[in-house]
Nanobody, 116 residues
């Protein structure tokens, strides 16, 4: 069974950057769409971004378009989310998921807090 482990979260000031990573176990990472979703305090799950299996097609929520970049390294079985120009409203627990739109297996999440 696949396991996903996120890392890279932390406390950052508005306008700052973070890079999240998601390490996957198992041998089928390269065959799946992968996604990032997030959950802000007191709110529901929000889809952030998708990437296709070979990494050449990406999708973003309007709220992060132009600021976040999703990527993957299939040889390392790792998914990334580069987050630039962070805003207060980006504060959330970020999860990676196997499958598009966060519908599949998720990791335990990594906390991102944007605060001055």
């Amino acid at each position: 069974q696949v396991q996903l482990v996120e890392s890279g979260g932390g406390l950052v000031q508005p306008g700052g950057s973070l890079r999240l990573s998601c390490a996957a176990s198992g041998s089928t990472f390269s065959t799946y769409y992968m996604s990032w979703v997030r959950q802000a305090p007191g709110k529901g799950l929000e889809w952030v971004s998708d990437i296709n299996p070979n990494g050449d097609t990406t999708y973003y929520a309007d709220s992060v378009k132009g600021r976040f970049t999703i990527s993957r390294d299939n040889a390392k079985k790792t998914l990334y989310l580069q987050m630039n120009s962070l805003k207060l409203e980006d504060t959330a627990l970020y999860y990676c998921a196997r499958g598009p739109r966060g519908i599949g297996v998720r990791g335990q999440g990594t906390q991102v807090t944007v605060s001055s």
